[in-house]
């Protein structure tokens, strides 16, 4: 039997299976070390790597307002049962913080309200701010410090709250760590239960979480080596974990049951490696290059997040592919019939999988029916993709009981200070000045901004004013256009002044612009790609085409039951989700790379088998119930323990990570579901042998088999007692 490349890499690592580890053991220490360091060249920016328009504003500010930039803000507000400014206890309370912040060696200001200057202080008198300038060089050690502060303030009838860019920063990393171990946990727990029902073996079961480990540590330990490059967000970390678990499981759950397969119909262990590795290896060689693909049109967007979840995920993948391939071939040749020890009642790989036969019967029995059905699931499930909004999530999404929410709200509602600046940065001002004036003054006039000022610094003029409305709401990105389209043209025309807006919300804006420039490009990037894969791979243009549109109305359907879970807040409570405005601006895209990834994998599954059963019998029908019934519970499995995973995260209290976890595990499940139960069957059934065909003008298409050599089917002798 030619065994193809997947099959001679895995009989290799078998034939010397403790080199192979010992190999793979040296691999492991190397990424611990080198993922020791990887926290402190991550970033929790999300820049974008153009110019824009805030970058332009935010540039001129560091370099003629560099001053102003060097420290960065904390505040500490003081809020009191009962008790008013004025009062001992609440001065006392005060003069504990000043006194702490000012014990912090990076604390480098303190400003407090005092009996002369009761500044600022709430109308009610029940709330007091104090604000300390930190220098930014020691962030975690100095956020701790403050926090420590506060805490040693407090006393009964008074509570203390922080906020600010250094101890905003700790607390979203903790949330964030908290969500990563939670997903964890989950995950793993969840997947361990379901792999022990799929194989119906304890040994057999440990092994895809032993490759998705595997996977994890090695792709953090390359992730620390990338970063001394290449700036990354934190989120990547996130994002390693989560993909390495579902892909890692996903990949060796294949390989794992096609070697037991091969064992229970009376093969050697080294044969069934052999037979293992040239045809469930190739598939997941091939799903693994359908997954990078599709991830590397992240890559083209240039944004920190964007490129860093693109990198992570495609890192992930690689190790997931590496380790599947090698690693777990030299186990399996180890174990060999063991693998079969701790047996549970729940499955056999020797046995016909009836139910599975029974549906692939039931579905094919009326395809235009069942596709019909699948086709208006899809659809329905998509349509509220149509309002879909594009919005960071603010404060609001974080729990009621969340410091940073808390704080944010007294600032909001007690001091009228809304969660975000403005600037407009203006060049060749000096010959503009009374426009530049007029200018400040119509934008002081405009209610969606207030506390406008003029800050002068040479020829260059900058208009700092605070935006009244909350972060992400619809009326401050409207306000950030007015002031781009109608307020700074009409007062600067006719001069030689050139503005530029910044701040946060215009920030938002400007990455959100981008994303959507480069959406185009991402998507004909995965299509593109993934159809001549798919054509070289099967040589017939049915199988790609129908996989392209079903994967372009899976992901839809994923989309549009996100907005209606997070935006239009269905079911939202039932989940324990926070309804925000609007969707993260880079998670579509990336939930249609990942998406279309994880999809294709389903699809080289089924169809290899699928393509295996029809080059020995020629009957389309036949084949399409042979690959649904031997994959159909492998599709179902790894679906519900991605599923696991990707809920776990989205347990989390960040809506960012609520949204990512929910719209990849609703994915999976139509994609597992819908699409390769139903849809793909009763398709394939409908084409025939249209399914097969490849049109003359193509015939120069080399021929690139997945499904690998069919094997010689066992000797009757071999099959008794299956």
Known sequence: MNIGLTGRIARGAAARPWLTIAAWLVAIAAAVLAAGGLGDSLTQDDRVLVA??????????????????????????????????????FDKVIAGVVAGLDAIPGVVEVTALTTDQPFPVSEDGTAALVTAEVMPDDEDAVALEIQRATAAADVEGFTLLNLGEVTAQQAFDAIAEDSLARGEMIGISVALVILVVVFGALVAAGLPLMVAAVSIVTALGATAIVGQVFELSFFIVNMITMMGLALGIDYSLVAVQRFREELAHGRTVKDAVAVTGSTANRAVMFSGITVVISLIGLLLVPSTIMRSLGAGAILVAIMSVIAALTLLPAVLRLLGHRVNRGRVPT?????????????????????????????????????????????????????????MRQASEVLVDQFGQGQSGTVVAIDDAGSATVQVERLART??????????????????????????????????????????????????????????????????????ATILDYAPWVVLTVLGATFVLLLVAFRTL????TAIVLNVLSAGAALGLLTAVSQWGWG????????????????????????????????????????????????????????????????????????????????????????????????????????????????????????WTLPRWLGWIPQVRIEGAAPEPPREKELVGV
């Open 542 to 545: 049915a199988i790609p085409l």
């Open 443 to 512: 934008i002081e006039d405009d209610p969606a901004f207030a506390e406008t000022a003029v800050d002068w610094h040479g020829d260059a003029a900058f208009i700092d004013t605070r935006d009244v409305n909350d972060a992400s709401s619809v009326e401050a990105e409207q306000a950030i256009e007015r002031l781009r389209t109608v307020m700074v043209p009409a007062a600067l025309d006719g001069t030689d002044a050139v503005a530029y807006v910044g701040g946060d919300q215009a920030e938002s804006d400007d990455f959100t």
């Open 572 to 691: 939202a409570e039932l989940f324990g989700f926070a309804q925000v405005d609007g969707i993260a601006p880079w998670l579509p895209l990336f939930l249609f790379a990942v998406l279309f990834g994880l999809s294709m994998d389903y699809h080289v599954f089924l169809i290899s088998r699928i393509k295996e059963h029809y080059d020995r019998t020629g009957d389309t029908r036949e084949s399409v119930v042979f690959g649904l019934s031997r994959t159909g519970s492998l599709i179902t499995g790894a679906a519900l323990i991605m599923v696991a995973v990707f809920l776990g995260f989205a347990l989390g209290d960040l809506a960012e990570f609520q949204q990512m976890g929910f719209g990849l595990a609703a994915a999976v499940i139509i994609d597992a579901t819908v699409v390769r139960t139903v849809l793909v069957p009763s398709i394939m059934t409908l084409l025939g042998r249209h399914n």
């Open 347 to 403: 499955a056999h790989p020797g046995r016909e999988p009836k139910a599975w036969t029974a549906i692939a019967r039931t579905v094919i029995a009326r395809p235009a029916i069942s596709a019909g059905l699948g086709l208006a699931v899809l659809v329905a499930l998509a349509l509220p993709f149509l309002s879909m909004r594009l919005t960071f999530a603010g404060v609001e999404s974080l729990p009621a009981d969340n410091e």
């Open 52 to 89: 824009t328009d805030s970058q332009e504003a935010d540039d001129r500010n560091q370099e003629l307002r560099g001053s102003a930039s060097a420290t960065e803000s904390e505040t500490v507000v003081v809020r009191a049962d009962s008790a008013t400014f004025g009062d001992p206890a």
